[in-house]
């Protein structure tokens, strides 16, 4: 009998033994048997993975429903939270508000209280002030009467020295000197120069006396044929009667020792002015005597007093100013100094109680919630 395949029923070879048989059966068997367990694991994977899947699914989907839940609960705990705290602020302000009237009513008192006593001090300086100046005038009137006693000479060389200073600090340009003492001529002599040539004089007589004396403008005169020039000034503090800043007497000018410079330099000005023209020597000095005329004359005399008039009073004027503006500024610094002092009082006590009130409302707002 023809012996076949037990699985596929097709003849085996008459050279297969029974054993070899059976152990090609257990191979395929083993192959068959090892595929189907791969094929269980892989649909028992997929089928965890699904199971898994759905698990996860709905463990979110209760999670979310949960959490859903919670975040309304907080939102709604917030907003109960939120009234709670509101209304512990609007409480707290409103009582801000009644203790900041009160406080500002008392603060506002205090200050009245201290600037009416600030201004009864402010009287009590300025009659210190006015006593004070009485007193300083006490010591200006025996200052005075010692330099009365003092000796002519001495006054005198006072006033050429600081003459002499000024001059040579507005025209440093030029050669100024002090004739001195014993030597027959003016005090000092002001040699004007343009572009280092020598082009005319100015002399000045230096007169720091008490009392004017008509002797001043004869040896003036004198010194005008002297030094053969007209322009000759008399500078002093002593002026003829009712006459001050700057006068002409016969045809001398007598101005004050602060107006001095700028009446020079005027002269000056008007000297280099001729000496640039190209005239003639004798129409040179023509030219020299016409702008001195001019100077003597009433007209200039006019013009330069209103102008020594007006510095004057802007020099007075600018001190007073800065007097008072010291004073006020002093007074003002000290008045906003009593106004910070009492603001921040105010704030640090409105602070102490707003803050306060509102942790402690706070506290209590959450402690209920």
């Not at 209760?62 to 975040?71: C, D, F, P, Q």
Request: include cysteine; aromatic fraction near 4%; glycine fraction near 4%.
């Amino acid at each position: 009998m023809e012996r076949r395949c037990p699985v596929c029923g097709q003849p085996l070879p008459k050279a297969l033994d029974k054993k070899q048989l059976q152990q090609r059966m257990d191979k395929f068997a083993a192959k068959a048997s090892a595929a189907e367990r791969r094929k269980l694991e892989r649909e028992h994977r997929l089928q965890l993975a699904e199971e898994r899947e759905a698990i996860r699914f709905e463990a979110e989907r209760v999670a979310n429903r949960e959490a859903n839940e919670l975040r309304q609960q907080l939102r709604q705990a917030q907003r109960e939270k939120t009234q709670i705290v509101e209304r512990a602020r609007h409480e707290a302000e409103r009582r801000a508000e009644r203790n900041t009237a009160h406080a500002v009513r008392l603060a506002t008192r205090q200050s009245e209280a201290k600037l009416e006593k600030l201004e009864n001090v402010r009287e009590k300086d300025r009659l210190r002030h006015t006593g004070e100046i009485a007193r300083f005038q006490a010591q200006i009137d025996n200052l005075s009467r010692k330099l009365e006693k003092q000796s002519g000479q001495q006054l005198g060389d006072e006033a050429e020295v600081d003459l002499l200073t000024r001059l040579k600090e507005a025209f440093p340009s030029d050669r100024i000197e002090r004739i001195g003492r014993g030597v027959k001529g003016a005090d000092i002599l002001h040699h004007i120069a343009d572009e280092g040539k020598e082009i005319g004089r100015i002399v000045y007589e230096s007169k720091d006396t008490l009392g004017w004396q008509n002797s001043f403008v004869a040896q003036a005169k004198r010194y005008q044929t002297q030094y053969d020039t007209p322009n000759i000034l008399i500078v002093t503090r002593a002026f003829p009667k009712k006459k001050k800043g700057l006068c002409i007497v016969n045809k001398i000018p007598v101005i004050g020792p602060a107006m001095a410079v700028a009446l020079a330099d005027i002269i000056r000005n008007g000297v280099i002015e001729i000496a640039r023209l190209r005239l003639t020597q004798a129409v040179r000095d023509s030219k020299v005597h016409e702008l001195f005329d001019y100077i003597v004359s009433d007209r200039f005399r006019t013009r330069f007093g209103d102008i020594a008039d007006t510095v004057t009073d802007l020099r007075n004027h600018q001190q007073k100013e800065k007097e008072w503006h010291e004073r006020e500024w002093e007074n003002e610094s000290k008045l906003h100094e009593k106004l910070d002092k009492s603001r921040r009082e105010i704030d640090s006590q409105l602070k102490a109680i707003t803050r306060a009130d509102v942790r402690a409302l706070v506290r209590r707002a959450a402690a209920s919630a």
